[in-house]
């Protein structure tokens, strides 16, 4: 799933053009082009300024496909608005950032998931590709939903509600995930595009999976490897 937020451009707000909706990743990559679909139905909401995060993600068969999300990023539009047509992605927001002109960031998370909630009753019905992610602060909520992870999701997300929103690192916020391993064979790997520290760093690989009949890595496919000081 890919992270990132939907926001105007503010530094273009004198224009009062919704046509300015932008869908960013936190690396600051503008990812607009990749789901056309998405800002289309950005540009119906009500509300023609915000700063909305959230996730992206692009259910198949009523479970979230990853393999399918990761086609998106591809150089011919073409190919995008093919893929586009078959299978609708999906914006599951978790945060506001900033709503009209107010900057909602410095806020803790315990103020800003209610106005998340008053955002999304009043605004994202008028539109269906954009959904509120569920929340609780219920421990079995947590385990039940930890319980059915896989298929596109990961695990759960816990954070802290006495924070303000944190930019470019992970205080306040936990990850819990299922383990899960399996035999592979590295087949080959690319650099990624941005330098760090001058040097260049591991962008993707291409990891070989074992086929179960017999037992030789006959199927590959190629993983992004996400640098945490790039992605946030």
């Not at 800002?39 to 995060?53: C, D, I, P, S, Y």
Request: hydrophobic share 40%.
């Amino acid at each position: 799933m890919l992270i990132g937020i939907w926001r105007r451009d503010w530094q273009k707000a004198r224009h009062d053009d919704a046509r300015c909706r932008r869908r960013y990743w936190k690396s600051g990559k503008d990812l607009t082009r990749y789901f056309p679909e998405v800002l289309t139905a950005a540009l119906m909401l009500r509300e023609k300024h915000f700063v909305m995060n959230g996730e992206l993600v692009v259910p198949v068969g009523g479970r979230f496909s990853f393999d399918d999300l990761l086609q998106r990023i591809h150089p011919a539009a073409s190919r995008v608005k093919k893929l586009a047509e078959q299978a609708l992605a999906l914006f599951l927001a978790f945060d506001l950032l900033k709503k009209g002109r107010t900057d909602l960031a410095a806020m803790s998370l315990r103020k800003r998931w209610p106005l998340l909630e008053d955002f999304a009753e009043n605004d994202l019905p008028s539109v269906d590709l954009f959904r509120l992610s569920p929340a609780s602060l219920k421990l079995k909520d947590a385990e039940r939903w930890l319980a059915s992870a896989g298929g596109g999701s990961d695990g759960v997300i816990a954070k802290r509600l006495d924070l303000p929103y944190q930019t470019g690192n992970r205080d306040g916020t936990q990850k819990i995930k299922k383990y899960r391993s399996a035999d592979c064979v590295i087949g080959g790997f690319r650099y990624g595009e941005n330098l760090q520290a001058g040097r260049k760093v591991l962008g993707s690989i291409l990891l070989g999976l074992y086929d179960a009949e017999s037992n030789s890595s006959s199927r590959f496919v190629w993983l992004a490897c996400v640098n945490k000081a790039e992605y946030g």
